[in-house]
């Protein structure tokens, strides 16, 4: 089979949609001593041994280098293979991870690495990975929970997926991992990546030590996988004429809420008070990363560092009752006002990944279901200076404070009608937030273009929003 290594390429290319380099392929075959019967083997083997490499060695890039640049960039069209190189969950914070990683002694700020790996049982909330094809990354959203990833998933991963706002949908797991990309221990490298974003000491011994035992760890995927182990799982045929429930088909926008915002206007006279909050220098860590893109309406963010979140002084005195632990967690992630945000928005000089704002929600403007998601616009205010910024609610977060799902609310509508759920639903919601101060937790690593004021600035994602008064 002279010309074999074309078709493993082929195979490659429509079965996996991987596009494989040459010389690998044609290497790999050379050092094979088994003669294989058929071709299909063959490519079975070769999968086995691309799962295990790093794209940097067996894949030409798909990913655009000149990728976000234009904001009307789609990518991929078709599906695409990349690998997990760092993963971020969005809803905990890194401060409480580490604590779920290891034994702390709270007044002294030691962490120790607990006795077993299999004690470690990370909380999972929404996902955000830095996906690469070897050449360039780009990172990429759970929209929906994908159940076969999670935090400790070991880089290196392989998934196929069709958009950047992944889940279950249109993301399928082809599994493997390279060891190398996480120092032959995952939550070793996890611990270390936490504690570069509190800034804590490295223990080079622990983490070294902690490699060393990785085969032991019944967290980790295993090291070598039989070549005919089921590494893809078909998709489930849906029957003729029924729909999944990712492809929901319904729609409603309430958009017209200015009756209702004059009516909360009126009955309510809200004051508050505010201390503002300083920003110290964001240090950022040099990594491997970046090019953050985007969908349509998605701004892109390109860069050659990856900006993790840093702790910054705290402003407030602490009783003698108050842990370090404690304040750790609360100084964890850059603070700032509305107005300062925006400034730096503005001026598209932030280099951070997560910060915290404090604002009173004085509009929501827009609320749609579409498919099996919400999402709202709310604009929420500086109460000491009076700028204004309008920030994305997706449906997470909107899902959380409603008490109730798309679906929930799609079924509810279907039943009783767009009046009852207004009425009974969304009214109270927006009631109950409206004029509320309260610490928003901003994602600025993808901001969504703002066309209703020229003077806007581009509108963060709201990853948690914590009341700090009533209505």
Partial sequence: MSDSWYTLLRMLENELGVKAKREYVESWQQSQAEQFGDRQRMYEALKHDFLGRDMAD??????????????????????????????????????????????????????????????????????????????????????????????KTPFGCKVRRGILLLEPSNVKILGGQVPSLYGQNMLAELEKRFKQQLRIEIDQTTTDTGRQAHNSSPSLAPSDLPVNSEIMRPEPEMPVGETSEDDFGDDMDIDDLEALERTLAASRHTTSSYASSTITTNTVIPTMAPSVTHDAGLISRQAS?????????????????????????????????????????????????????????????????????????????????FEDLVVVWPDEVVSRELGKTAKDVLEMKEKEGDKVVTETLFKPFFARIHNVLGEMTLDLSILESYSGEEDMPDMPLVVEFKPLSSS
């Fill in 58 to 151: 067996t894949c030409l890039p798909t990913i655009p280098s000149d990728f976000g640049s234009d904001q009307l960039n789609v990518f991929p069209a078709k599906n695409t293979v990349l690998q997990i190189v760092d993963t971020k969950d969005m809803s905990h914070s890194t401060h409480s991870l580490l604590n779920d990683l290891a034994t702390v002694t709270p007044v002294r700020q030691v962490y120790t690495r607990r006795a077993t790996d299999a004690d470690v049982n990370f909380p999972r909330g929404m996902l955000r990975w830095t996906l690469s094809d070897g050449t360039h990354q780009i990172v990429a959203i759970e929209m929906k929970r994908i159940n076969g990833l999670q935090l």
């Fill in 305 to 385: 560092q990856l900006p993790l979140s840093r702790s910054s002084p705290s402003t407030h005195t602490t009783s003698t009752t108050t842990t370090a632990v404690d304040e750790t967690l609360a100084t964890e992630i850059e603070r700032m006002t509305v107005g300062m945000l925006r400034k730096m928005l503005k001026k598209d000089t932030t280099d951070m990944d997560t910060v915290i704002v404090t604002g009173q929600v004085k509009r929501i403007f827009k609320l749609k279901v579409t498919g099996m998601r919400m999402r709202l616009l709310a604009r929420i205010r500086d109460p000491s200076t």
